[in-house]
């Protein structure tokens, strides 16, 4: 394969929409030391500006106790009727989102149990997805929430925040009701949100699959609902639907016999249950720039934000640590120019707790750094982004094994090389010659291969174990770092060729300096 780049061809401003946020699992976790070190983090080296995470009111949260949440005090009259709303614990998370150095993506969610309907939990941490008892009373804590907040931290700091009404309220894991109730619930909390402080912006539906963007945008505008944006998720995986036959119920019935019979561990159980690669690479390369431009056309003109993607949405899935994730986030930022306000990936850090909290080193969680605060080849995905030239050169449209885009500081020319594809097992070799008419003096290349920026591989030379020591934790660190390699060129006349091998899933940076 061939490439040949003009520097001289006509440039437009590099997009870094991407950089707009990140999310991180649910509130509480934000009172951990390493949490908030992941987050500085996946701040100061990838600029990530904006968190987003759940469970902000979660009763762990402890934001509404009543004297009956004590057991021996449940047989006390009126016992369910003493309660204190306090948000000391909210204090100390946005306290350390803030010492970050990112701001607040407020998710207003869950319900605390004590001013719930129901007693339905969704996930492992047992957050309340029921509707409010009452929804004046929710509305009454929701303001003594925004009072709390502009009192602690001012007003022109809060509103430099957002504020998005739930998560996923389209699917029964995250929101027991129907459309017409979230909608119910999300005027409700936008009216008490904006009679508070009119210049919050607040938006929602926070909805799975790029749902429910216009019928919640009518609603809004029918109604005359506050809407200062609207939010989305997508996976590759949404565009194709994502569904559970009787055939895989059967199927997971049998791993799961087998893999107690083999005592192969929870970890590697779970990759067995839900890890599908036969599925996965019938699925189109660039889904979700696709989804994103229907996503935009239903917005029509109102700020859109995707507050979650990722690879895919397959906890326990080896692509997550692997060569195959940072590909995929190289693809899908640079397919389009994005026609979202901001992008947040999910999520920043393996401590992470929807399903399990697995505890091994490289079990396929969906963060950017594992649960030891090793950063993972899409981290370093992400690294190479965040240090892209300020203009992108324009190119011809691409199809084909390996794509590229180009980039220029005036001066210097940067080539960002990326073989994505799909297909898990695919190992194709592609031999790359590029050409670009630069008079440089040096050719250096950043890789993210199976050797380069790979800590798994690293983990899997010491043979796998379940715990590292904190010596093996920085040992892997270092040597799994993005680097710089020269690389060798000829010259010809005012033009620069090399040539270099690329394998699936490969991503390489070509720097030429002038």
């Given at each position: 394969?061939?490439?040949?780049?003009?520097?001289?061809?006509?440039?437009?401003?590099?997009?870094?929409?991407?950089?707009?946020?990140?999310?991180?699992?649910?509130?509480?976790?934000?009172?951990?030391?390493?949490?908030?070190?992941?987050?500085?983090?996946?701040?100061?080296?990838?600029?990530?500006?904006?968190?987003?995470?759940?469970?902000?009111?979660?009763?762990?949260?402890?934001?509404?106790?009543?004297?009956?949440?004590?057991?021996?005090?449940?047989?006390?009259?009126?016992?369910?009727?003493?309660?204190?709303?306090?948000?000391?614990?909210?204090?100390?998370?946005?306290?350390?989102?803030?010492?970050?150095?990112?701001?607040?993506?407020?998710?207003?969610?869950?319900?605390?149990?004590?001013?719930?309907?129901?007693?339905?939990?969704?996930?492992?941490?047992?957050?309340?997805?029921?509707?409010?008892?009452?929804?004046?009373k929710?509305?009454?804590?929701?303001?003594?929430?925004?009072?709390?907040?502009?009192?602690?931290?001012?007003?022109?700091?809060?509103?430099?925040?957002?504020?998005?009404?739930?998560?996923?309220?389209?699917?029964?894991?995250?929101?027991?009701?129907?459309?017409?109730?979230?909608?119910?619930?999300y005027?409700?909390?936008?009216?008490?949100?904006?009679?508070?402080?009119?210049?919050?912006?607040?938006?929602?539906p926070?909805?799975?699959?790029?749902?429910?963007?216009?019928?919640?945008?009518?609603?809004?505008?029918?109604?005359?609902?506050?809407?200062d944006?609207?939010?989305?998720?997508?996976?590759?995986?949404?565009?194709?639907?994502?569904?559970?036959?009787?055939?895989?119920?059967?199927?997971?019935?049998?791993?799961?016999?087998?893999?107690?019979?083999?005592?192969?561990?929870?970890?590697?159980?779970?990759?067995?249950?839900?890890?599908?690669?036969?599925?996965?690479?019938?699925?189109?390369?660039?889904?979700?720039?696709?989804?994103?431009?229907?996503?935009?056309?239903?917005?029509?003109?109102?700020?859109?934000?995707m507050?979650?993607?990722?690879?895919?949405?397959?906890?326990?899935?080896?692509?997550?640590?692997?060569?195959?994730?940072?590909?995929?986030?190289?693809?899908?930022?640079?397919?389009?120019?994005?026609?979202?306000?901001?992008?947040?990936?999910?999520?920043?850090?393996?401590?992470?707790?929807?399903?399990?909290?697995?505890?091994?080193?490289?079990?396929?969680?969906?963060?950017?750094?594992?649960?030891?605060?090793?950063?993972?080849?899409?981290?370093?995905?992400?690294?190479?982004?965040?240090k892209?030239?300020?203009?992108?050169?324009?190119?011809?449209?691409?199809?084909?094994?390996?794509?590229?885009?180009?980039?220029?500081?005036?001066?210097?020319?940067?080539?960002?090389?990326?073989?994505?594809?799909m297909?898990?097992?695919?190992?194709?070799?592609?031999?790359?010659?590029?050409?670009?008419?630069?008079?440089?003096?040096?050719?250096s290349?950043?890789?993210?291969?199976?050797?380069?920026?790979?800590?798994?591989?690293?983990?899997?030379?010491l043979?796998?174990?379940?715990?590292?020591?904190?010596?093996?934790?920085?040992?892997?660190?270092?040597?799994?770092?993005?680097?710089?390699?020269?690389?060798?060129?000829?010259?010809?006349?005012?033009?620069?060729?090399?040539?270099?091998?690329?394998?699936?899933?490969?991503?390489?940076?070509?720097?030429?300096y002038?």
């Amino acid at each position: 394969m061939h490439i040949s780049i003009d520097k001289n061809a006509k440039t437009t401003p590099t997009n870094f929409s991407w950089q707009f946020g990140v999310g991180n699992d649910h509130a509480f976790q934000m009172h951990r030391t390493d949490m908030c070190e992941h987050v500085k983090l996946a701040h100061d080296e990838l600029g990530f500006q904006y968190l987003r995470f759940h469970g902000i009111f979660d009763d762990d949260m402890l934001c509404v106790q009543r004297l009956s949440d004590y057991k021996p005090f449940r047989a006390v009259p009126h016992s369910k009727e003493i309660e204190e709303v306090n948000f000391l614990q909210t204090a100390k998370v946005y306290d350390n989102v803030l010492a970050c150095g990112m701001k607040p993506f407020v998710e207003l969610s869950f319900m605390p149990s004590a001013l719930a309907s129901g007693k339905k939990t969704g996930i492992r941490y047992l957050n309340n997805i029921t509707q409010p008892k009452s929804l004046a009373k929710w509305c009454e804590f929701v303001t003594v929430f925004i009072q709390f907040l502009l009192r602690r931290y001012g007003k022109e700091e809060v509103e430099s925040w957002y504020f998005e009404v739930w998560n996923e309220p389209d699917l029964a894991i995250f929101f027991k009701g129907k459309q017409k109730d979230y909608f119910r619930l999300y005027e409700a909390t936008a009216r008490a949100v904006k009679k508070v402080d009119e210049n919050l912006r607040v938006g929602g539906p926070s909805s799975s699959a790029c749902l429910w963007l216009e019928e919640f945008k009518a609603f809004c505008e029918k109604n005359a609902v506050p809407c200062d944006f609207l939010s989305t998720h997508h996976y590759p995986g949404d565009a194709f639907g994502n569904t559970f036959s009787v055939k895989d119920a059967f199927t997971m019935m049998r791993i799961a016999k087998n893999a107690a019979k083999d005592k192969i561990g929870l970890s590697a159980a779970m990759q067995n249950l839900f890890f599908r690669p036969e599925v996965y690479k019938t699925w189109r390369k660039g889904v979700l720039s696709e989804l994103d431009e229907r996503a935009k056309q239903q917005a029509g003109g109102k700020p859109l934000f995707m507050t979650e993607w990722n690879s895919m949405a397959v906890f326990a899935s080896p692509v997550h640590d692997e060569k195959f994730a940072a590909a995929f986030i190289v693809k899908t930022v640079l397919d389009s120019a994005h026609p979202m306000d901001g992008y947040m990936f999910w999520c920043c850090s393996d401590i992470y707790e929807e399903q399990f909290m697995l505890g091994k080193p490289f079990h396929g969680g969906f963060g950017l750094v594992n649960n030891e605060g090793i950063p993972k080849l899409n981290f370093w995905a992400f690294k190479q982004l965040s240090k892209l030239y300020p203009q992108r050169i324009s190119l011809p449209k691409q199809q084909g094994d390996v794509e590229y885009a180009a980039f220029t500081d005036g001066k210097n020319v940067q080539v960002l090389l990326y073989a994505q594809d799909m297909d898990y097992d695919r190992h194709d070799e592609h031999e790359v010659t590029l050409t670009v008419n630069v008079p440089a003096r040096r050719v250096s290349v950043q890789r993210i291969d199976d050797t380069h920026c790979n800590p798994k591989a690293k983990w899997q030379k010491l043979g796998s174990p379940d715990l590292l020591t904190r010596e093996e934790v920085a040992a892997i660190k270092e040597r799994a770092r993005l680097f710089e390699e020269d690389q060798a060129f000829t010259k010809a006349a005012d033009k620069i060729e090399m040539t270099m091998l690329l394998h699936t899933n490969d991503v390489a940076m070509v720097t030429f300096y002038t």
